[in-house]
């Protein structure tokens, strides 16, 4: 079976740029988690969604940080404007019980470099 | 104050040491506990769960300890291919139905 696949992989921008991040969650999964990870504060969680629906965004640093889960295969991480402190690893993970098992599913992340 | 937090180490350890690691947890209404193992520029991936009466998988213990809202895990006979970076983690009760990463302790096995 296929992992949860994000893309781009890599992503080096200028401040001001829009920026978006793909997830692909693994089929079955009906938990989907956008998490950041920085040196600085480690890994935290922006949103997460359950059955396409967001449950908790109280995560997401500001209202340049939207997410969407159109569908159950797709989900999008959007900033705009991006600016410097936005770099970071970002991962897109996904569960089939939640967080019953501690069993997240973790992509292989999109590294966001803001010139 | 962080909810979850370790010592971020490195911990440099000769091959067959054992070592152990400490994290610290400040919301008593944590559910579970879980390690997971982050190798670098890679994705993190489950290692263990933790269970009140401490549980074992091979070379890994996990122990909890509700009392002092802490959580270990210990490492014997270390090889070169533990070395990585160590997640704690927990899940609330209430609130927040998510997982609450801590920082990470990073682990380096020497030859």
């Known amino acids: 079976d296929a992992g949860v696949i994000q893309s781009p992989r890599h992503e080096v921008t200028e401040m001001g740029q829009e920026v978006t991040l793909r997830c692909k969650p693994i089929?079955?999964?009906?938990?989907l988690f956008w998490y950041r990870q920085t040196m600085m504060r480690g890994l935290e969680l922006l949103i997460y969604?359950?059955?396409?629906?967001?449950?908790?965004d109280s995560g997401m640093p500001e209202d340049r940080f939207s997410a969407k889960m159109p569908n159950a295969s797709f989900s999008t991480l959007k900033i705009q404007p991006s600016e410097p402190r936005d770099s970071a690893v970002y991962f897109c993970?996904?569960?089939?019980?939640?967080?019953?098992?501690?069993?997240?599913?973790f992509g292989e992340g999109s590294r966001l470099t803001v010139l | 104050r962080k909810e979850v937090e370790q010592d971020p180490g490195p911990f440099n350890v000769p091959e067959g040491a054992t070592v152990a690691f400490n994290c610290t947890y400040s919301?008593?209404?944590?559910?579970?506990f879980f390690w997971y193992r982050q190798d670098c520029r890679k994705e993190p991936k489950l290692l263990m769960s933790?269970?009140?009466s401490g549980n074992e998988d091979g070379r890994f213990t996990a122990q909890l300890n509700r009392a002092s809202q802490y959580i270990s895990l210990l490492i014997r006979d270390s090889k070169l291919s533990d070395s990585a970076t160590y997640l704690c983690?927990?899940?609330?009760?209430?609130?927040?139905?998510?997982?609450?990463f801590g920082s990470g302790t990073r682990l380096q096995v020497q030859p």
């Open positions: 993970a996904s569960s089939r019980q939640g967080v019953k098992t501690g069993e997240l599913f």
């Open positions: 089929s079955g999964h009906d938990y």
């Open positions: 969604f359950n059955n396409n629906v967001p449950i908790d």
């Open positions: 919301n008593s209404a944590s559910q579970s």
């Open positions: 933790v269970y009140s």
């Open positions: 983690v927990v899940n609330r009760a209430t609130g927040r139905r998510a997982l609450t």
